[in-house]
């Protein structure tokens, strides 16, 4: 399995402001995967973090909304820019192992007022 | 597009008895995977399924994946209330390498 710590696990931020969340594996993987989860809903994929590479984007998502950044393979960041009311959710790093298993972080749950 | 669905969308039970959530995807998967979710938690992995047929077991809990590989069943005998939570299947479609989720089954355990 993987260890993966998510910082912050949790914060309230004003409407236009950006939040940056990190995510640290304690262990190479092969891909890495930021999701959203909003309350009561299943899991949507944001994008696929690339090492040294521009991330791919899912349909509904752009990089000027949601930079994202993986300088290693351990290590990855998410953006979440101009805030809105909307963008309230859960945000989870997961990362697949040389197994194809796939571990998710413990979640961001960001609250935009 | 590509789905994942899964049902029942929410199930409760008396402790004790069984439960069974059941995925059915539109296109073959390579491999399926199962979460547990606990109210307030991340997804848990659980378990990967990778060949046709196969059956895994751990402790109370039974998974399966069909033959087809399109669709796969979690199945949860003499429930518990440590039981509680979501359970979510997700597949990766067959060349392709991001899972899809299905909805979720939520589980209610009464006691």
């Known amino acids: 399995s993987a260890v993966i710590s998510q910082k912050p696990s949790r914060d309230i931020c004003q409407r236009g402001t950006s939040l940056t969340i990190q995510c640290q594996v304690d262990s190479q993987v092969t891909m890495m995967f930021w999701y959203r989860q909003q309350p009561g809903q299943s899991l949507t994929l944001i994008a696929t973090?690339?090492?040294?590479?521009?991330?791919?984007?899912e349909s509904g998502f752009v990089i000027d909304k949601f930079p994202i950044s993986r300088p290693n393979l351990t290590f990855s960041t998410l953006t979440v820019s101009n805030m809105s009311p909307e963008d309230s959710s859960i945000y989870l790093c997961?990362?697949?192992?040389?197994?194809?298993?796939?571990?998710f972080g413990p979640g961001t749950r960001l609250t935009v007022l | 597009g590509q789905q994942v669905m899964q049902i029942p969308q929410y199930q409760h039970v008396q402790e004790g008895e069984d439960f069974t959530t059941y995925c059915n995807s539109s296109t073959t998967l390579s491999n399926i995977q199962w979460y547990k979710q606990r109210p307030g938690g991340h997804p848990v992995f659980l378990i990967q399924?990778?060949?046709?047929?196969e059956v895994k077991k751990q402790k109370r809990l039974t998974f399966q994946f069909g033959e087809a590989k399109k669709n796969s069943s979690l199945h949860i005998t003499a429930t518990q209330t440590t039981d509680v939570g979501t359970y979510f299947c997700a597949g990766i479609m067959e060349y392709g390498n991001k899972l899809v989720f299905g909805a979720g089954t939520i589980l209610r355990v009464k006691s």
């Open positions: 399924l990778v060949k046709s047929g």
């Open positions: 997961s990362v697949v192992t040389v197994n194809n298993e796939q571990f």
């Open positions: 973090a690339n090492q040294g590479s521009e991330a791919t984007y």
